[in-house]
């Protein structure tokens, strides 16, 4: 069974960093890539970021592009969203999740998160 569990979340001021970790068990498929996505209040899913697991390939979303860096630890299976510069927009639930095989973005994703919660407020 699939389990991804993210922490990390949590208020902060604007211009601040914060880290986002994503732990993932029972993820044993060939490849497949792991994605950041966020929701704002009252808005729809918005893609971040992803990375392929085996090779580490990375994209970016414009919105946060040299804001945010996603990385993985493939050891500890564990993704992670480095923010910084965080701005009131930034402000949402921010999900991981997995979708089995070759990246392609107009297909669902296959397993998610229950997300967490960041909170940028002065």
């Known amino acids: 069974e699939v389990q991804l569990v993210e922490s990390g979340g949590g208020l902060v001021q604007p211009g601040e960093s914060l880290r986002l970790s994503c732990a993932a068990s029972?993820?044993?498929?060939?490849?497949?890539?792991m994605s950041w996505i966020r929701r704002a209040p009252g808005k729809g899913l918005e893609w971040l970021s992803t990375?392929?697991?085996?090779?580490?390939?990375?994209s970016y979303a414009d919105s946060v592009k040299g804001r945010f860096t996603i990385s993985r630890d493939v050891a500890k299976n564990t993704l992670y969203l480095q923010m910084s510069s965080l701005k009131s927009d930034d402000t949402a639930v921010y999900y991981c999740?997995?979708?089995?095989?070759?990246?392609?973005?107009?297909?669902?994703?296959?397993?998610w998160g229950q997300g967490t919660q960041v909170t940028v407020s002065s």
């Open positions: 029972g993820v044993t498929f060939d490849d497949y890539i």
């Open positions: 999740a997995v979708q089995v095989g070759d990246y392609n973005p107009k297909r669902q994703y296959d397993y």
């Open positions: 990375i392929t697991w085996n090779s580490g390939r990375i």
